[in-house]
């Protein structure tokens, strides 16, 4: 989808136990202090077709139902938040977006490209894909320490199944891989030098 804005639009994806939140917080606040009006936001969204994901993911509907509700609350959410914060020129932080529904959803069997094809129909590409990367032995070490029952997404199989979706799209011109072995601050360092970048030739 073409965009006709002056806004920055991040993203921020990767499997579980690679601190995607905490690096979603750190940026925003980073930017913030630079000056920028961020708007800070995820997916599944917090509107009425996002909070019906959530309160189903410990009950998981069927894959057709569930697919079918991520495309409705991305609808709603590029129309109602995302594009008017791009216009608005807001630089806008996303934790999660289409990509982790090729990852999760096509675990589930559905075809990544294809999912691709339709979120990107009517969906924005970013401006900046961060990609945050481990290894699955490391994810899985951190989900541990976490204290957290694995779930069917946080298993070996699906988790290196994600990874591998997640880097299909590493040589898009948007995309930027970040090693997620280095202590947070480092990582945190990294990624708001290369927001910066980006915001100083927008």
Same mark, same amino acid.
């Given at each position: 989808?073409?965009?006709? &804005? ?47 994901? +959530?309160? #189903?993911?410990?009950? +998981? ?12 609350? +991305? ?19 996303? &934790? ?45 070490? +951190? ?20 990874? &591998? ?13 970040? &090693? ?16 910066? #970048? ?5």
């Amino acid at each position: 989808m073409q965009r006709n &804005d002056f806004g920055l639009f991040i993203v921020i994806e990767g499997i579980d136990g690679t601190g995607k939140s905490t690096q979603c917080q750190k940026l925003a606040a980073a930017l913030e202090k630079e000056g920028h009006t961020v708007l800070l936001d995820r997916e599944p969204s917090d509107g009425p077709f996002g909070k019906q994901l +959530r309160e #189903s993911f410990n009950n +998981r509907l069927a894959p057709e139902a569930e697919l079918e509700l991520f495309h409705k609350d +991305r609808k709603q959410h590029v129309d109602d938040v995302i594009l008017p914060a791009l216009e608005r020129g807001e630089v806008v932080i996303l &934790d999660r977006y289409y990509f982790s529904t090729m990852a999760y959803q096509g675990a589930r069997g559905f075809d990544p490209i294809e999912l691709r094809k339709t979120n990107e129909a009517f969906a924005p590409t970013p401006d900046i894909l961060f990609i945050l990367d481990l290894p699955v032995e490391n994810a899985l070490e +951190r989900i541990g320490v976490r204290g957290d029952t694995a779930n069917e997404f946080e298993q070996r199989d699906a988790l290196q199944f994600c990874r &591998d979706i997640f880097l299909s799209v590493k040589d898009e011109p948007y995309a930027k891989v970040i &090693d997620s072995k280095p202590d947070m601050e480092t990582i945190h360092q990294n990624m708001l030098e290369w927001a910066k #970048s980006r915001l100083r030739t927008n």
